[in-house]
């Protein structure tokens, strides 16, 4: 079964940090772009951070520049995103998408590429509050 399972979501206090996985199963995640969207509740889902199959190119929305690092295994089979710097308005659940077309930058950046992205997960909720 094709699949993309995040974790590592929680409650944390502004200025605190989390770690999100994003684990594929029933393929191999480095033939594949692997994008993290987040949605806060009443808002539309944005892209956040985007990663190339080989990790060497990356793109952050210029709400989480400096303050979120994706990186990705593909030995694991994984994508990560660091969160450090977290304010309340990161308040979100926090997706991953893996698509084999869309380009690193469109991934993130056009919503109307992000609807047709091959596999998404479940998500995983991120609450900053103190």
């Known amino acids: 079964q094709v699949q993309l399972v995040e974790s590592g979501g929680g409650l944390v206090e502004p200025g605190g940090s989390l770690r999100l996985s994003c684990e594929a199963s029933?393929?191999?995640?480095?033939?594949?772009?692997v994008g993290w969207f987040r949605q806060a509740p009443g808002k539309d889902r944005e892209g956040v951070s985007c990663i190339s199959g080989s990790g060497e190119g990356t793109y952050h929305s210029e709400a989480v520049k400096g303050r979120f690092t994706v990186s990705r295994d593909n030995a694991k089979n994984t994508v990560f995103l660091q969160l450090d710097s977290l304010e309340p308005e990161d308040t979100a659940v926090y997706y991953c998408?893996?698509?084999?077309?869309?380009?690193?930058?469109?991934?993130?950046?056009?919503?109307?590429?992000?609807?047709?992205?091959?596999?998404w997960g479940q998500g995983t909720l991120v609450t900053v509050s103190s």
């Open positions: 029933g393929f191999a995640l480095d033939g594949y772009n």
């Open positions: 998408a893996a698509d084999d077309i869309a380009t690193v930058r469109t991934m993130c950046v056009i919503t109307s590429i992000q609807s047709r992205l091959r596999v």
